[in-house]
Structures are given as structure tokens and as C-alpha cells.
């Protein structure tokens, strides 16, 4: 992983060396290994880049990289298969004078253009300009594991970069997207699924996930998606048994891509079932030595969200060293700001403070690259409210497997589900709802809206709900994967990793494990009272059974409620309310949700900054 910026003129020359330098030199952290810069002889374009060396740690993977006297490439992220392209490369004639990843990817893009897309396994972000043709082509990975932001003035200018700070540092306007701060303050969202593209600034965009960008010769910008989950097409020949078998080979070759490496490789552990997968085939890879791979975890004084029991069973069955931090109330105190100066964008809990210190730690310990278990809840079914699509598809088609289902998970996890009117009406008439709430909206203020200001709440109140609900399983997956929910925990990750000079790795987004997974029936990922059923028997036979057969669901949860009752932290809160207040975005009366204060007041002291 590094840090890229760029700046494209569309008309005149007025390339500024010293502009793409500070464009860099504020994401320093991205990579600490070099910095480099390359600017066209016409002035015309610039790019930049911070490295984080990960393979080839020589002056030959530096960047900006060129190519057959044509291309240049500013690239972040990794290609996992660079190994498999390469061979195909050098098979039609191309010659390489590095081990990297970077030089595979400007080769393809020379042999194939636009569609080496479709031929990646990796996380990326990248802009390759092409001095023959004139034109600059940037892409995103699928899943938007990598950044990219821009601006753009058509006709005049396009810049990029990996961090908004980057973009400020260019020049772009410190001003915040107040339809995104409404939102976040009203339904607690910090994504507009109906606008991917939009952020918390005005006038910088994020490219989508799975888009890429072409401006050609004549300055004109096209943006298209590449890829997405194919339309759900269930395979019911398929057994659970062979969906296991299947689920178990694609997943290996994702782990086994994702320890390419020339330094020292590590896992994230929460002690759930997805990281210790994860922990556990990178064992079985190695022949169950665990080669001394180090864990990183968090840990809590408080006995009901601390998982060390778990942690340190999936760590001595894999033959790994477990490494532990301990985040605590001062510590989110003493790191608050510069934690949300690396995010740069509201994030949702305390948890994410958590992960920080995993970061920390891992730094600490000499580990630069992480493996870890994300994208196996949005893809697999491994949240709990999933129960409730499921349940509410049987409810309107199978009455009989409806009842089979809830009694299984009610005495799988000892509480009741409660099938209210809510529930019923939800089912029958999915979508109904939605309209009564905006009738709530237009005729009165629903409790949600209390706490804001009559005036800043006024403009957006209209506005559809940032949320969607649907009746089937495999399509609220897959607006979790790929609409709104999954891509906000990459960028938690990505800034936290980031901020320490680490770089993640998440075997579960390999694309073609992931396009296998949304042709399997709901059944196989929940039903019978439990979650991500085809991961759980897939990995029966390495994990250990008291983490294969877990209910209970944590990950890297924090004790965020005891946190906010600290007396310093009190304080604070206290004097963001009053900002807000004074900044008329909430009542003087009003009693919102104490961490949203937290994060409106450093959005808005960062954009002061």
C-alpha cells in the first residue's frame, strides 16, 4: 500500500512541483519507504507517490513508474495475481526489470487496455497516464478496499489523491456537504448509497468502487463501472456438501495470493470465526507450522466484550504468537483528534478506536502487513438482523419452514423473535413503510429529527432514508457488499492501517469467491438457527469447535458506553454540543446521540483547520 496523488490541466500548462509535493508530503504516513514525482515534459500532468515497500524493496519498485517510453503509473494497493500475469505476459513478448506488482500492472494495461480490469485480483487504487494517446485512465478495485478521491473542473483541471487532506493541501475548498452531515446526524449513516460518489466536502468526490475514469484527449471525462455482483441466480443443483468443498478452494487461493510478500506478514484477530479462519489456512498453508506468524487483538477490562479465551484458542491452534493491546477511555481521549485527522470523515463507534491500537501494536512488533476477516459478515449472512430478512421471506412464501426457523433460533440462542405488526406488515408489503415515514417527515418532526435545528434540518428532511430494506436474503447481501455497509469499514481500516504505515489484506474479497457465495441458496448461509453456515462447516476441520460452533458475535467491540461516562470525556462532549449549537445544526435542549456530537465537532474543526 502507498499514497498516490495527481493533477491533470486541462487546458493551459501551469504545473506547480512544489503543489504535488505538499499533495504528498501530507500523506507521508501512507509511505514512509520514498516519495517520488514526475511531471510531463509539457507541463501539462504531474503525479505523485508515497511507497510503502511490500515486494521488490529495491529503487526498481519505486514510483511514479514508466513503462516502453509510454506509460506512467501511480498505483496504491497490491494485484495479487501479478505472479499468474506476469507468466502470461512474458508468454506474448513482455520483458520486466522488477519483482513488482506495479510494473505487471502497466505491462497488462499495455497489452490490454481498459479490460485488464476484469483480469485483477487485488486491492487498488491507480492512475496511469498514457503519453502517446493523452490520456489519463484511473481505476478503483471492486470493492473499494483502496481511496481515491478528485476534483474536477471540466475544461480546467482534474486532481487526486489518496486522502481528502491531499486535496486541500492542492487547494480544493475546505467546505462540508451538509446533506451528508444531516444524514449522519438524523439516521446515523456516513455513506449516501443513492450517490456513491459523494462525500462530507463539497466539490471532492470519491471514485465508486468497481469505476474507473478516462479522460482523453480532448479533457472530456467518462466514468463507468467495470464490475458488479452478477444479478442473484441461485444454483440449486448444487449440494451444501460441494458448496463447502468449492468455498474451501477459492478461499485458500485468496489466503495463499494474499501472503505474497517481502516482509513480514501477520493477522488481525478478533477471536470470532472470520479472522480465525483466516488465522487457521494460513496455518494449514504452511503445513501447520505457523512459521511464529504473529496475532494482533484487542482486549477490554471488561469481561463481557473481551474475547482473549477465544484469541488464544485460535492462536495456539494455528501455532502463532498472540500480541494483545488494551484500549481504554484515556487513550480515546488522548487519541481522538488524530484519529479522526486520519479518517478525515465521521465514523460510526468507538470500535473503530480499537482497531487503531491494533495498528499501533502491530507497528510496534515489525509486522507491515496484516491479514484479516472483513467482508465474510455482508457476504456470508454473519449479522444477526439478517434473521429478520430471512424470516420475513419465509413468513410471505413458507409459513410452515417460517415457524421450523424461528423455533430453531430460538433455542439456538435462547431469546425470543418478535414477529409484531412491524414485522408482518414489513413482509407482506415490503416498501410500505417508507412511505409512511415520509409522511411523517412532511407533516410533522419524527423523534429522529428532534435534536436538529428547524433550519438545518429543513433542506434534507424530504429526502428519501439513506437506507433500503428488501425481501430476500441474497439481495440485502448484496447491497451490503456493494451499497452501503461494507465499504465504510474498508475505509475505517484502510485509515487506521494507513496511519501507522500497515497495510490489510482481506482474503474474503477475493471477486470470484465472492461471485460464487452469491449464487448459493439463502439456506446455506443462514438457517437452522446460525449464521454464516458454508464458512462454519467449511472450516470445521482446522478450527477449533468452541470457535466453529460460537452464537455469540463481538469482533473488535468496545466498551464505548462506560467510555462516554468518563469525566474528561463528559467534558468534551459538552463543549462539541455547544459548537453544534452555536453552529445552529442542533437545539440548545436538544439531547443527541453523544459519539455523532463527538464527530460533527471534529468534522467541523477539521475543515477550520
Not at 304 to 333: C, M, N, Q, S, V
Not at 338 to 350: C, K, L, M, S
Not at 386 to 398: M, P
Request: hydrophobic share 40%.
Amino acid at each position: 500500500m502507498c499514497g498516490i496523488a495527481g493533477v491533470l490541466h486541462l487546458s493551459e500548462p501551469r504545473f506547480d512541483l512544489q503543489t504535488l509535493q505538499r499533495m504528498t508530503e501530507v500523506i507521508s504516513h501512507r509511505g514512509p519507504d520514498g516519495d517520488g514525482h514526475w511531471m510531463s515534459r509539457d507541463g501539462l500532468v504531474g503525479l505523485g507517490h508515497r511507497r510503502l515497500a511490500i515486494l521488490d524493496l529495491s529503487e526498481r519498485g519505486a514510483q511514479p513508474m514508466h513503462y516502453l517510453g509510454r506509460f506512467t503509473v501511480t498505483l496504491n494497493g497490491e494485484i495479487y495475481n501479478y505472479v499468474e500475469i506476469r507468466e502470461e505476459l512474458i508468454e506474448k513478448g513482455h520483458t520486466f526489470v522488477s519483482e513488482t506488482d506495479t510494473e505487471v500492472l502497466l505491462a497488462a494495461y499495455a497489452e490490454y487496455g481498459v479490460s485488464v480490469l476484469e483480469r485483477l485480483d487485488g486491492m487498488f487504487a491507480f492512475a496511469i497516464w498514457d503519453q502517446q494517446e493523452r490520456t489519463l485512465f484511473c481505476a478503483r478495485d471492486r470493492f473499494g478496499e483502496k481511496p481515491f478521491f478528485y476534483v474536477y473542473d471540466p475544461g480546467k483541471l482534474f486532481a487526486f489523491a489518496s486522502e481528502i487532506k491531499s486535496l486541500f493541501a492542492f487547494g480544493a475548498p475546505r467546505q462540508i456537504n451538509h446533506r451528508m452531515l444531516f444524514n449522519y446526524l438524523a439516521y446515523d449513516v456516513i455513506e449516501n448509497p443513492y450517490a456513491k460518489s459523494e462525500t462530507f466536502f463539497e466539490g471532492i468526490s470519491k471514485l465508486e468502487a468497481a469505476h474507473h475514469i478516462l479522460i482523453d484527449g480532448q479533457g472530456v471525462l467518462t466514468k463507468r463501472r467495470y464490475w458488479a455482483i452478477p444479478e442473484i441466480n441461485v444454483d440449486h443443483k448444487i449440494s451444501f456438501e460441494d458448496s463447502c468443498e468449492r468455498f474451501r478452494e477459492l478461499f485458500t487461493q485468496s489466503v495463499r495470493r494474499r501472503l505474497r510478500a517481502d516482509v513480514p506478514v501477520g493477522t488481525s484477530l478478533s477471536g470470532g470465526l472470520d479472522s480465525s479462519s483466516v488465522l487457521c489456512t494460513i496455518s494449514k498453508i504452511l503445513n501447520g507450522s505457523g512459521q511464529g506468524q504473529k496475532t494482533f487483538s484487542a482486549r477490554f477490562h471488561e469481561s463481557a466484550l473481551d474475547e482473549g479465551d477465544f484469541i488464544k484458542l485460535a492462536a495456539d491452534a494455528a501455532g502463532a504468537h498472540a500480541y494483545f493491546t488494551w484500549p481504554d477511555a484515556r487513550a480515546l481521549l488522548d487519541n481522538i483528534d488524530r484519529v479522526f485527522y486520519h479518517q478525515e470523515e465521521p465514523f460510526g463507534t468507538a470500535s473503530i478506536f480499537a482497531q487503531w491500537e491494533v495498528m499501533k501494536l502491530a507497528k510496534q512488533e515489525g509486522v507491515t502487513v496484516l491479514l484479516d476477516g472483513q467482508g465474510a459478515d455482508e457476504t456470508l449472512g454473519g449479522y444477526t438482523h439478517y434473521f429478520r430478512t430471512v424470516f420475513q421471506e419465509l413468513y410471505s412464501t413458507d409459513r410452515p419452514r417460517f415457524r421450523e426457523e424461528v423455533r430453531a433460533y430460538e433455542e439456538l440462542h435462547k431469546r425470543p423473535f418478535n414477529a409484531d405488526w412491524r414485522f408482518k406488515f414489513e413482509a407482506i408489503q415490503p416498501g410500505a413503510l417508507r412511505l409512511l415515514g415520509k409522511a411523517r417527515r412532511r407533516f410533522s418532526r419524527p423523534e429522529y429529527l428532534q435534536h436538529l435545528h428547524p433550519e438545518f434540518a429543513a433542506e434534507y428532511k424530504m429526502d428519501p432514508p439513506p437506507f433500503r430494506a428488501f425481501g430476500e436474503l441474497n439481495e440485502t447481501l448484496k447491497h451490503s457488499t456493494e451499497g452501503y455497509g461494507l465499504e465504510k469499514l474498508l475505509r475505517f481500516a484502510d485509515r487506521n492501517s494507513m496511519a501507522f504505515s500497515r497495510e490489510v489484506r482481506l482474503p474474503f474479497l477475493n471477486h470470484e469467491l465472492v461471485e460464487f457465495l452469491f449464487t448459493l441458496p439463502a439456506s446455506y448461509k443462514i438457517g437452522q438457527g446460525w449464521t454464516k453456515r458454508v464458512l462454519r462447516n467449511a472450516m470445521e476441520p482446522i478450527l477449533p469447535k468452541r470457535i466453529t460452533w460460537r452464537v455469540d458475535k463481538l469482533g473488535f467491540d468496545s466498551p464505548q458506553a462506560a467510555w462516554l461516562r468518563e469525566p474528561e470525556v463528559r467534558d468534551l462532549i459538552s463543549e462539541c454540543k455547544a459548537k453544534l449549537v452555536a453552529e445552529r445544526v442542533i437545539h440548545s435542549n436538544a439531547r443527541p446521540d453523544e459519539w455523532q456530537c463527538l464527530m460533527a465537532e471534529r468534522l467541523l474543526d477539521f475543515v477550520a483547520a
